[in-house]
């Protein structure tokens, strides 16, 4: 597992990243090829995932596959993973409101 999210500490009770990540792909190619391997080894669809990155392009190309991207220049911070977090559940209440009740 990449060193990165081995020291993310992201809870009070010393738990990192790493604890809750189930897959990891970091090599060097694009980002759409990542996620799609993502997609594929957690058996997710791409309207499930959330992406923070500093890099437009890779914004770009993972937004294109209908991943929720948040560009986050300076690194993440909290108003951007407010952002990414109110732009994930907005799009997750409009397809539950456009899926037809039986």
Request: proline residues 2%; aromatic residues 8%.
């Amino acid at each position: 597992m990449h060193e990165a999210i081995k020291i993310f500490q992201v809870d009070d009770q010393g738990r990192c990243l790493a604890d809750y990540a189930h897959a990891c792909e970091i090599y060097p190619t694009s980002k759409d090829k990542h996620f799609k391997a993502l997609a594929r080894k957690l058996d997710v669809g791409f309207e499930e995932m959330l992406f923070f990155y500093d890099e437009r392009r890779n914004i770009h190309d993972v937004s294109r596959l209908g991943v929720v991207s948040v560009h986050c220049e300076d690194g993440i911070s909290l108003a951007a993973l407010k952002q990414g977090l109110r732009r994930f559940r907005e799009r997750a209440a409009k397809a539950a409101s456009d899926t037809p009740q039986l």
